[in-house]
C-alpha cells in the first residue's frame, strides 16, 4: 500500500500523567480501519514505546516524576522518544484519529503533539457527552485540534460510519481529505459546534442532586442534563469506577456492594465543585448517599454561595430489583441500559462496544445490601434535604422523557 493510503492513529492524552487513562483512551477501531477499508497504522505511541524497551506504563512514571520534580532538561531529552514517533506520523499519516483523554491539560505533551499535528486532517472525538467541549479539562487540547482541517465527532462509531461513507476519498490521501472537510465547512461552518437544544438561562448556575433507589433512573436524567441543558456531570459511580482502576482494593469492596469510604466520595464531590464557574450548572447522580457526605455537600455549597435542589426519583422495590438484574453498563459512553434485549444481545447501541454487568449487580447477597444501605443511610440522607425544604419527588413509574419533563419544569421555576 502507498504511504498515501495509510493512516495513523495518535491517542492524545496524558501520556506522562496516567498510563491508565492513556491506554483507556486508546481508539478502538484498529480492527475495522485495517481489516474492512485496508488501512495501515503508522506512528502508533504505544507501539513505538515498546519497540524502544519503554513500554507506556513505564514511560507514563518516568515522565510524571521529572515532571513533577521539576528535572525539566531531562524531561525534554526524554520526550525526543515521543517526537520520534510523530515525525513518522507527520510525514505518512493521510490523517489522524484523535481522542484526548479526561486528563489531558494542554501541557508540554499536548503541545507537542499539536504541533506535529499541524495541518493533518484531524477526525477529533470528544465523547458521547461532549466532555471535550465542555465537561473535563481537555478543553485547551480541543481547541488546539480544532484547525481548519479537522471534524469533530461524538463516538468511534460515527467515525468509522463517515469514513466508510467516504472511502474513496480517503483512499487518495491528505490532500483530498483536507478538500473534502473544507467543502463540509464550507456548506456548515458550524459543524464542529455542539449546541445543547434545550439550554435555558433559568438553568444557569444551578446545583442539582438526583437521588432514589438504585435503578430508579438517576445516571439517565442527569446525563439528559447534560446532553441536552449543558449541565456539568458527577456520577457517584462513573467517578469511583474509574478511582477503583487504580486502586483495586477499593474496586473489590464496591464489587460486593459496599459503599466507598466518605472520605473519598467528599473529596471528589469538592473537586467537582471547586471546578466550576460561577454561571456553570452541574447535576450529582447519586452522591452524597451518607448523612456526613450530605452534610459535607451541604456546607460547602454554603461556602460557594451555591443553592441546591434535591430530586428525588421515586420506584417500589419490585422494579428495583427488575432493573438491577437487567441493567448492562458501557464503559465507553459511560450510560447504562436496561432490557431484556440487552442481555439476550449485549452491545451499546451508541458505539458498538460490548455491555458488561457490574459484579455487585449479579449477586443475590450484593443486591440485599444496596437495598440495605438504600433504607439506612440515602433515605436518611433524603430526610436531612427534606427537612431543610430542599426536595422534590417524581414519579420513576414512567418513560424517561416524562420523568425529564418534570425535572426540567421543576428547574426553571
Same mark, same amino acid.
Given at each position: 500500500m502507498s /504511504?498515501? #493510503?495509510?493512516v495513523?492513529?495518535y491517542?492524545s $492524552? &496524558?501520556i506522562?500523567?496516567?498510563?491508565?487513562a492513556?491506554?483507556?483512551?486508546?481508539? *478502538?477501531?484498529?480492527?475495522?480501519?485495517t481489516e474492512e477499508f485496508g488501512f #495501515?497504522?503508522?506512528?502508533?505511541t504505544?507501539?513505538?514505546?515498546?519497540?524502544?524497551?519503554?513500554?507506556?506504563a513505564?514511560?507514563?512514571?518516568k515522565?510524571k516524576?521529572?515532571?513533577?520534580r521539576?528535572?525539566?532538561?531531562?524531561?525534554?531529552?526524554?520526550?525526543?522518544?515521543l517526537?520520534?514517533?510523530?515525525?513518522?506520523v507527520r *510525514?505518512r499519516?493521510?490523517?489522524?484519529?484523535?481522542? &484526548?483523554?479526561?486528563e489531558?491539560?494542554?501541557?508540554?505533551?499536548?503541545?507537542?503533539?499539536?504541533m506535529?499535528?499541524?495541518?493533518?486532517?484531524k477526525?477529533?472525538?470528544?465523547?458521547?457527552?461532549?466532555?471535550g467541549?465542555?465537561?473535563?479539562?481537555s478543553?485547551f487540547?480541543?481547541?488546539?485540534l480544532i484547525?481548519?482541517?479537522?471534524?469533530?465527532f461524538?463516538?468511534e462509531?460515527?467515525?468509522?460510519e463517515f469514513?466508510?461513507?467516504?472511502?474513496?476519498?480517503?483512499? =487518495?490521501g491528505?490532500?483530498?481529505?483536507?478538500?473534502?472537510?473544507?467543502?463540509?465547512?464550507g456548506?456548515?461552518?458550524?459543524?464542529n !459546534?455542539? &449546541?445543547k437544544?434545550?439550554y435555558?438561562?433559568?438553568?444557569?448556575?444551578?446545583t442539582v442532586?438526583?437521588q $432514589? *433507589? &438504585? $435503578?430508579?433512573g438517576?445516571?439517565?436524567?442527569?446525563?439528559m442534563?447534560?446532553?441536552?441543558c449543558g449541565f #456539568?456531570f458527577? $456520577?457517584?459511580?462513573f467517578a469511583?469506577? %474509574?478511582l477503583?482502576?487504580?486502586?483495586?482494593?477499593?474496586?473489590?469492596?464496591?464489587?460486593?456492594?459496599?459503599?466507598?469510604?466518605?472520605?473519598?466520595?467528599? /473529596?471528589?464531590?469538592?473537586?467537582s465543585?471547586?471546578? +466550576?464557574?460561577?454561571?456553570e450548572?452541574?447535576?450529582?447522580?447519586g452522591?452524597?448517599?451518607?448523612?456526613?457526605?450530605?452534610?459535607g455537600?451541604?456546607?460547602? +455549597?454554603?461556602l460557594l454561595? *451555591?443553592?441546591?435542589?434535591?430530586?428525588?426519583i !421515586?420506584?417500589?422495590?419490585?422494579?428495583?430489583?427488575? %432493573?438491577?438484574?437487567?441493567? %448492562?453498563?458501557?464503559?465507553?459512553?459511560?450510560?447504562?441500559?436496561?432490557?431484556k434485549?440487552?442481555?439476550?444481545r449485549?452491545i451499546?447501541p451508541?458505539?458498538?462496544i460490548? +455491555?458488561?454487568?457490574?459484579?455487585?449487580?449479579?449477586n443475590?447477597?450484593?443486591i440485599?445490601?444496596i437495598l440495605?444501605?438504600?433504607?439506612?443511610?440515602?433515605e436518611?440522607?433524603i430526610?436531612?434535604?427534606?427537612?431543610?425544604?430542599l426536595?422534590? =419527588?417524581?414519579d420513576?413509574?414512567?418513560? #424517561?422523557?416524562e420523568?425529564f !419533563?418534570d425535572?426540567?419544569?421543576i428547574?426553571?421555576?
Amino acid at each position: 500500500m502507498s /504511504y498515501k #493510503k495509510a493512516v495513523c492513529y495518535y491517542r492524545s $492524552g &496524558p501520556i506522562e500523567r496516567d498510563p491508565g487513562a492513556a491506554f483507556h483512551a486508546k481508539n *478502538r477501531m484498529d480492527n475495522v480501519f485495517t481489516e474492512e477499508f485496508g488501512f #495501515k497504522i503508522v506512528g502508533d505511541t504505544f507501539e513505538h514505546l515498546t519497540a524502544n524497551n519503554c513500554p507506556q506504563a513505564v514511560y507514563g512514571a518516568k515522565m510524571k516524576k521529572l515532571r513533577d520534580r521539576g528535572k525539566f532538561a531531562e524531561y525534554c531529552r526524554s520526550e525526543l522518544l515521543l517526537t520520534m514517533s510523530l515525525r513518522e506520523v507527520r *510525514r505518512r499519516s493521510a490523517f489522524t484519529v484523535v481522542r &484526548p483523554a479526561p486528563e489531558a491539560s494542554g501541557g508540554t505533551t499536548s503541545e507537542t503533539v499539536m504541533m506535529w499535528l499541524k495541518g493533518i486532517p484531524k477526525l477529533v472525538i470528544i465523547g458521547p457527552h461532549g466532555e471535550g467541549l465542555l465537561d473535563n479539562n481537555s478543553t485547551f487540547v480541543i481547541r488546539m485540534l480544532i484547525d481548519r482541517y479537522a471534524l469533530v465527532f461524538n463516538t468511534e462509531k460515527e467515525v468509522i460510519e463517515f469514513v466508510r461513507e467516504h472511502v474513496e476519498i480517503f483512499r =487518495h490521501g491528505r490532500e483530498a481529505i483536507r478538500q473534502m472537510i473544507m467543502a463540509i465547512k464550507g456548506v456548515n461552518p458550524y459543524v464542529n !459546534d455542539r &449546541p445543547k437544544p434545550l439550554y435555558d438561562e433559568r438553568l444557569e448556575g444551578k446545583t442539582v442532586l438526583i437521588q $432514589g *433507589r &438504585p $435503578g430508579a433512573g438517576k445516571d439517565t436524567q442527569a446525563r439528559m442534563l447534560q446532553d441536552l441543558c449543558g449541565f #456539568k456531570f458527577f $456520577g457517584s459511580g462513573f467517578a469511583l469506577r %474509574r478511582l477503583s482502576a487504580k486502586f483495586h482494593t477499593l474496586g473489590e469492596s464496591l464489587s460486593k456492594g459496599n459503599l466507598a469510604p466518605e472520605i473519598i466520595i467528599n /473529596y471528589l464531590i469538592a473537586q467537582s465543585l471547586l471546578q +466550576l464557574e460561577k454561571f456553570e450548572s452541574i447535576v450529582f447522580s447519586g452522591a452524597a448517599k451518607k448523612p456526613g457526605e450530605a452534610k459535607g455537600l451541604f456546607e460547602l +455549597l454554603g461556602l460557594l454561595g *451555591r443553592k441546591l435542589v434535591v430530586i428525588v426519583i !421515586d420506584i417500589n422495590e419490585d422494579l428495583v430489583r427488575e %432493573r438491577i438484574i437487567l441493567r %448492562r453498563n458501557c464503559d465507553s459512553c459511560e450510560m447504562s441500559f436496561c432490557g431484556k434485549e440487552f442481555v439476550e444481545r449485549p452491545i451499546c447501541p451508541n458505539c458498538n462496544i460490548a +455491555l458488561s454487568a457490574r459484579a455487585e449487580n449479579m449477586n443475590e447477597e450484593s443486591i440485599k445490601k444496596i437495598l440495605a444501605w438504600y433504607k439506612t443511610d440515602v433515605e436518611t440522607v433524603i430526610k436531612f434535604f427534606e427537612d431543610m425544604g430542599l426536595v422534590v =419527588h417524581v414519579d420513576g413509574h414512567r418513560t #424517561k422523557e416524562e420523568i425529564f !419533563d418534570d425535572i426540567l419544569s421543576i428547574l426553571r421555576k
